[in-house]
C-alpha cells in the first residue's frame, strides 16, 4: 500500500511484502517473508520505534520486532526525512496458514503514531514440512516451528 498523507510527525508511506502488494501474498513455508517499510518523519520524534507484528489466521499474536533490535533495543533518534526499514523473518517459522502484519510509528510503551493494521495479508503454503500432513490442523497445533534438537535411546 501507499499513503500519500496521515496526521502526525511520522508517516508510514510503504509497505511491500517481498517485493509485491499487499493482498494475495502466497508463499512457501521454507521462503523468507522480506518486508519493506517507507516512512516519512516529519517532525523528529525522541525514542522513535518502528515495528512489525505478524498475526496469524486465529488472531493470536505470532511475532513482533521493532528496528531498535538493530541498535541494540537502544532507540535512536532519527532526523526528519525519509527512510526505508528492511525486514526479514527467516523461512521456516511460520506454520501454514493465513497471517497478516501489522506494522507502526510509535515510543515504545508510550503512544502510537502511526500504525497500519493488518496491511499485509499473507499465506504460508506448505507440501513438504513436517506438519504437512496435519493438513489445516497444523495451524492450530502451532505458529511457528523450532529447530529443537530430539535424542532418542533405546533403554534395555
Known sequence: ???????GEVIITKVNLN???YKNNSLHYKK????TINFYIK???PNLDIGLL??????VNVAFTNISEMFGAKQKNLKPGKYRAEVTVPGKTLVPGIYYATV???VRGYRDIDKLEN???FTIVDTDSPLSGYGELASKLSCVFINAEWKL???Y
Open 32 to 35: 523468507a517473508l522480506n518486508f
Open 54 to 59: 505478524i498475526k496469524n489466521q486465529h488472531d
Open 119 to 121: 496491511i499485509v495479508q
Open 153 to 155: 535411546h533405546r533403554q
Open 104 to 106: 507502526s510509528a510509535h
Open 19 to 21: 517485493g509485491s502488494g
Open 43 to 45: 517532525k523528529s520524534v
Open 1 to 7: 500500500i501507499i499513503r500519500k498523507s496521515a496526521v
